[in-house]
């Protein structure tokens, strides 16, 4: 089992269209997840960063975590085509490198 | 004020020859790592570094590949007698003097070997 699996899609959604993404892991010692959004042939972008579980939210895009369930999902409110991206979970115990799943391809359609 | 740079954007090399790729990191930023994205497949750590020290290699391949981070001057990933399994876009990322959070990190465009 990798410790941490994303379903790498594609998934493609209408504009304005609520996007969720989501990542499960098997190491319970993780404590920092982040997500990450990767426009084609360039470097990941950090677009949120929660520490342990819980919600955190950023104008149209929620974090959450559930450390119960080894779950994390990032969800996108009023999709645009700007937000076309692959958009990669990460994690880490803190003191440990980055773990980031394979990334999850996301086309919002106009 | 200018995040991550890499140079080159893009590089080609073929089979047996060096490559040396670039990484200076943000202003103020004094800890870099190195990722490799292979295709189809999510970001893979390879080492962190400090100036003048590395602190955790145990992403790097054992032969051919060693990195830098000189008191003055970029860090360097150096892959020595490149193979075609190494064609893969390479980012570095830095974070804060002092922070040894892995999380804060920034990441740069990527440099994208070629080999062949």
């Known amino acids: 089992q990798k410790e941490v699996e994303q379903d790498p899609g594609p998934l493609s959604v209408p504009e304005g269209a609520i996007v969720s993404l989501n990542c499960t892991y098997s190491?319970?010692?993780?404590?920092?997840f982040m997500w990450y959004r990767q426009y084609s042939r360039k470097g990941p972008e950090l677009l949120m960063y929660?520490?342990?579980?819980g919600n955190k939210e950023d104008g149209r895009f929620t974090a959450q975590v559930d450390k119960s369930s080894k779950y994390i999902s990032l969800f996108i409110r009023d999709s645009q085509p700007s937000d076309s991206a692959t958009y990669l979970c990460a994690m880490t115990e803190g003191n440990t490198p980055l773990v980031f799943g394979k990334g999850t391809r996301l086309s919002v359609i106009a | 004020n200018a995040g991550v740079m890499q140079n080159p954007r893009h590089l080609v090399r073929r089979r047996g020859q060096e490559a040396r790729l670039r990484c200076s990191p943000m202003k103020g930023h004094s800890h870099v790592y190195w990722y490799r994205q292979l295709p189809e497949e999510g970001l893979k750590f390879m080492v962190y570094l400090q100036k003048e020290n590395i602190i955790d290699e145990s992403g790097m391949p054992k032969e051919r590949f060693s990195a830098e981070f000189p008191k003055e001057g970029p860090s360097i990933l150096r892959i020595q007698q490149v193979v075609r399994g190494d064609s893969a876009a390479y980012f570095c990322?830095?974070?804060?003097?002092?922070?040894?959070?892995?999380?804060?990190?920034?990441f740069g465009p990527g440099t994208r070997l070629t080999v062949l």
């Open positions: 929660t520490y342990s579980s």
């Open positions: 190491n319970s010692a993780f404590q920092y």
């Open positions: 990322a830095s974070s804060p003097t002092g922070r040894v959070i892995y999380n804060e990190q920034f």
